[in-house]
């Protein structure tokens, strides 16, 4: 069995032009040359997701001819990553609800291909030239992102207070109020503000009303008026 680099032998044949040949055992009737043929070698150049989806179909390379990958990428749903709650303290006042939950959600962006799932073999980028001799299965890479979403934060009710914000203390003096993204679960206290006292109006003391035949005496500037 000959051999020739990157190519695969197919048999022994009477023309050097023919594409498939005889091995194993054979019987000359005559003197004759024989010619091997030959056959380039493919490979395979499968693609895996890899927890996404829309993987694309797979590619043929020839030997010693660069193959360009696909340019399609896959993509992969968003996941659940939890959620922070919000504990809503009204430090003296009352609120409903009295806690709230800010869900998160980790979202996947796909950033190459990779020979090994876990990342740690040869990378390539879609599209990119792809020149080894070998078969591969390529393996869909993602970078990650974590958002928290914002809740509404509600507002608590204190007789004889006026509502400021939600602070991080039982003792702050300023707080948030509205849209509110936590950075992890959080107790937030009401921030009050004592209303002012109203000054209490006086009573008028009111004027005697004389008897009848008593005389009235009224303060005037001359006093020869008396």
Do not use: C, H
């Amino acid at each position: 069995t000959p051999t020739r680099t990157g190519y695969d032998f197919q048999g022994w044949t009477t023309s050097k032009d023919a594409t498939s040949g005889t091995t194993g055992s054979y019987t000359p009737t005559k003197d004759l040359t024989l010619y091997a043929t030959w056959k380039i070698k493919t490979y395979t150049i499968a693609y895996n997701a890899n927890g996404g989806t829309g993987a694309p179909a797979n590619q043929t390379k020839t030997y010693g001819i660069a193959l360009t990958l696909s340019s399609t990428k896959p993509t992969r749903s968003n996941a659940s990553a939890g959620s922070y709650t919000v504990t809503l303290n009204a430090n003296g006042g009352s609120v409903s609800p009295a806690s709230l939950s800010a869900a998160r959600t980790t979202k996947y962006t796909f950033s190459k291909w990779n020979t090994k799932a876990d990342g740690t073999g040869t990378s390539y980028n879609a599209g990119a030239s792809y020149t080894a001799n070998a078969a591969a299965t390529l393996y869909a890479q993602w970078t990650s992102s974590t958002s928290t979403a914002a809740v509404t934060l509600p507002t608590p009710t204190r007789s004889g207070y006026t509502f400021v914000g939600w602070g991080t203390s039982s003792s702050a003096t300023t707080g948030v109020t509205g849209s509110y993204t936590p950075t992890g679960n959080v107790t937030l206290y009401a921030v009050w503000s004592a209303n002012a006292t109203p000054t209490p109006t006086p009573t008028p003391t009111p004027t005697p009303t004389p008897a009848a035949g008593q005389a009235v005496f009224t303060d005037v500037a001359d006093p020869s008026a008396y």
